[in-house]
């Protein structure tokens, strides 16, 4: 980081507006995004810049966008557009947006035709260079619009991070994979690792710090380590990172199913700290589906790595993810997914409709069922694994589980939120100086969104 320029651009700040300046970052799409947001605010920190949670009160507002589906971008371009009388009335307000929706040049364009009061445009390549960009616009320049791709990993940015208890952690950026619906390949570029030495240094300060849950953020982590000079594997990373002593938890994600080892699932049953739960994306059930989606393994392979995982770690859980109504799926193909959540039985599921996104491969395939109907099938998966989920949680019911405590709850006065290993929400009665312990809590009573237990000892 440049400090001349971030002084700079505090200075031209300070005399921009007659009191300390407010930004409002928010950060649409993935937790890598979110990470991403924590690092812009650690920038807008070292510029002199207090937050607030509102564009109404604030002096810079910074969306960091997402790209993934239509339905993300909408929401940008709805929550950019609702800006414009805000700008009318202070037209000092500073308009910033970032992230990987503005690495398409097609939206850098139209924001630049239909959206004149935006006045700092810049992609997933150039967050660090978030000061220069204010320097240029605040000494009156042009509006700044960037589009140069990432190369490597900037270290060195500091972070705001959103809250006290859990922490994202990148190990790398980018994506290598090129699934045939998906974007992010596209706008975050190549796939490059973080060094092990420096993700340790940074697991050990916030652990140091009092964090007590870390999760290893990558589109796909158990590819970590490939490009570095010495190279690195993910399980080898996990196991180093485990040895550092304390009171915490890690969690990772994302794993890619095609990449996704016994050597990684021995690792996890033999660590102190690494949850046992995995998330591992299948998308589809049908080996002909995951073929078209190019993601290079197998459904019989896919279920022989969760029943070795569970051999090992009998109490291991799984969430996915699922696409439904890839160009091209059939209802046939579609059940094989029903299928297959019917024997997974995963303790959360995070599931999307198929979007078209212009200049992937999928975008010029085939697509002739109508979205009626794959809205039905959607309706059909939500049912399935509604009932999945309930009966895991009745099952849950009486037994005792190790809670991380990390917020107020929602189900009540005196109430407190946290996770199971598993990431199950739980929700107990319980004093506010608890959020940031682990306690057993015995589990009373499945509601929907949530288990509701009693905090056995908290001493
Ligand atoms: N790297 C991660 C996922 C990143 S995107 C992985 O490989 O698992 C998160 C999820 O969004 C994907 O797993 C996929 O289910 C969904 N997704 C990505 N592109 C999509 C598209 N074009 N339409 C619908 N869902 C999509
Ligand atoms: Fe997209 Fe596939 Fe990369 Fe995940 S692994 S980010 S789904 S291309
Ligand atoms: Fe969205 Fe970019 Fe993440 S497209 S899902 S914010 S990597």
Redesign the pocket.
Known sequence: MDKLQLERAAALTAARYDHPPLAFVHSFG?QQNVSDGEHLKGLLAEMGFGFTDSAENADLVLFNTCA???SAEDRVFGNVGALKNIKRERPELMIALCGCMMQRPEVAERIKKSFPYVDIVFGTGAMHRLPEFLIRRLEGGKRVFWDQPAKNVIEGIPAVREEGVKAWLPIMQG?N?F?T????PYVRGREVSRAPERIEQEARELVGRGYREITLL???VNSYGRGLAKPYNFPELLRRLDRVEGEYRLRF????PKDCTRELIDVIAQSRHVCRHI?L?V?SGSDRVVQAMN?HYHIDGYLELIAYAREKMPDVTFSS???VG?PGETREEFLETLALIKKVRYNAL????????AG?P?AEMPDPVPAGEKSEWFRELLEVQQGICCELNEAMVGSVQRVLFDSPGKSGEGFLAGRTEGNVIVEAPGDRSLIGRFLPVKITRAMNWAMVGTILESR
């Open positions: 993935c993934v589906r239509e994506c994979n699934c619906y998906c974007i992010v990558g589109q796909n994600m994302t794993s890619h998330h994306p998308q993601r993810d699922i696409i890839f995070f599931t999307f409709i198929y979007s078209r996104r992937t999928a």
